[in-house]
């Protein structure tokens, strides 16, 4: 089963506007992670959180983390047709090896 | 920095065939991961290896699908044999050291007619 579970599954806006994803999981966590994937590609990093972290900021992105919640969301702010990507978030999968266990996603389309 | 590279890109076989996917990590990338990645779903680990050694491959179906990396470099991935369910983009990812960001490949299509 998957730890992280986004929602909504997919989110089509306009240009300029924001776009908000949400993530939630099961276990206790000591880092999140968010990343980016282009329609036949691999996935981009975009930002780490850890769990003494409440909000990072990385250009137009931001990132919160609710532990108690075990949520997390992902605000793009001012977005850009360029920004059209699916969008998951990574939490740490119990056991050794630093294993990632990665959510369903979120498909974002910005229309130009 | 040269990102980690994946051959091929896209791969067309027939179901009970075999396949084999390759991977090249990012210079001195000691950790290797190996992903399935279903159409609309996010990725699924299969396998993990750190230098020449498998870490975890508790999610590696091992009655047709295989994996080495025997000089803790590149890495292949095999499917032996194919079934139509196997179609998917095969994800080849690696990390450096204690970081805990993953730098992904440009994955390997397959589509098992």
């Known amino acids: 089963s998957q730890q992280g579970e986004e929602d909504p599954q997919a989110l089509s806006i306009q240009e300029g506007e924001n776009a908000t994803m949400n993530c939630s999981y099961k276990?206790?966590?000591?880092?999140l992670q968010w990343y980016r994937q282009n329609s036949g590609r691999g996935l981009v990093h975009l930002i780490l959180i850890r769990s003494n972290e409440r909000e990072k900021h990385s250009g137009r992105l931001r990132v919160t983390l609710d532990t108690s919640k075990k949520s997390s969301s992902l605000l793009i702010t001012a977005s850009r047709a360029a920004d059209t990507a699916s969008y998951f978030c990574a939490t740490p999968t119990s056991g050794a090896g630093n294993m990632l266990t990665f959510g369903g996603g979120t498909r974002l389309m910005v229309k130009p | 920095e040269a990102g980690v590279a994946q051959s091929p890109r896209y791969k067309i076989i027939e179901k009970r065939q075999s396949v084999a996917f390759w991977c090249n990590p990012i210079s001195g990338h000691a950790t290797l991961y190996w992903y399935q990645q279903i159409l609309g779903q996010g990725p699924k680990l299969l396998i993990q290896f750190q230098n020449n050694g498998v870490v975890d491959d508790s999610q590696l179906p091992k009655d047709r699908f295989s994996a080495e990396r025997l000089k803790g470099v590149d890495s292949t991935l095999k499917i032996q044999p194919a079934k139509l369910e196997d179609s998917a983009v095969y994800l080849c990812a690696t990390r450096a050291g204690n970081q805990e960001t993953q730098y992904f490949g440009p994955g390997t299509r397959l589509l098992v007619l």
């Open positions: 276990t206790s966590i000591n880092n």
